[in-house]
């Protein structure tokens, strides 16, 4: 019920708070992190550390819940029907070690598969995102997202700011897929593209979502990242009334475990938007 979704809201915001502050008295070396699939797939001790409080203090007080984070999964697991926890200690590592400021928590709930309750903080910033699913989407606690003015409707794809990841898969169909689909949408008109007014990579899917959300970017594009990276920016977005569809086009429905992600802001035109930039994917991203 929504009582209780908002005590969980509210469990999220005091963790978020407590992560924030490991995040910031952290001074990640390189020395300290390490690398999981390759050398550019990062993880740091701040995100294991984070990872453990934020599960203790969850399920101490949620003790039924299931809980799926980054730095704890187990290939293969997946998620249930039951309300589960989906949470990113740390989303935009890479960043975090750069001390490049673009750096969150993302604390996300799935009842039934369904993103429901999220928050996105970012501690650098002071930014907080907080959505319940039926109840708005709003910053630092009382700023609606969308925030104003919200140009309407949405102008095609040649005025979008758009939002691409490069990922840690840097070889194969995929990347392959990526670079061309980049191309096709920056490029001129002449040169067969879209001509976007520009791309943007900012290294966290989460903040990518909340940007989205707030309407500072039109679209955000990307294969390749996981149920942690999207489920709190999921509810987040979709409150502010963006829509996620898949990044293959024709993808209208899409889930926590497909791991390709096409999200669009707010605004009349969003169905023509999303088939103007499926017109520009290179391929099919096999991800997922
Ligand atoms: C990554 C970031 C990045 C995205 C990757 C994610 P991490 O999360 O969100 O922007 O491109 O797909 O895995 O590793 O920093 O938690």
Known sequence: DLKQLEEIRDLFVSVASDAGAMILSARPTMGGSGSKKNSVDLVTETDKAVEKMVSE??????????????????????ITEQPTFIVDPID??????????????????????VPTVGVVFNPFTGALYTAIRGQGAFLNGTTRL???????????????????????????????????????LCAAKEEGGAMVHSLRSLGSAALN???????QLDL????????????????ILSEAEGLM?????????????????????????????????????AGKLEVG
Request: hydrophobic share 35%.
């Open 57 to 78: 203090k969850l399920l101490s007080a949620y003790p039924d819940f299931a809980f799926v984070g980054e730095e704890t999964y187990t290939p293969g697991t997946r």
């Open 92 to 113: 935009g590592t890479t960043n975090f070690i750069h001390g490049f400021p673009y750096v969150c928590i993302s604390l996300g709930l799935a009842v039934g598969r």
């Open 146 to 184: 969308p925030l104003n003015p919200t140009p309407e409707p949405l102008a095609g794809l040649g005025s979008a700011l758009v939002c691409v990841e490069w990922g840690s898969d840097r070889s194969g169909n995929d990347y392959r897929v990526k670079t061309e689909t980049f191309k096709a």
């Open 209 to 215: 979502l909340c940007a989205v959300a707030a309407g």
């Open 220 to 235: 955000y594009w990307e294969g390749g990242c996981w149920a942690w990276d999207v489920c709190a920016g999921w509810t």
């Open 245 to 281: 569809v898949d990044a293959n086009p024709g993808g209208w429905e899409t889930g926590l475990e497909e791991r390709r992600y096409l999200a669009v802001r707010k605004g009349e035109g969003q169905r023509e938007l999303i088939e103007e930039f499926w017109g520009c994917v």
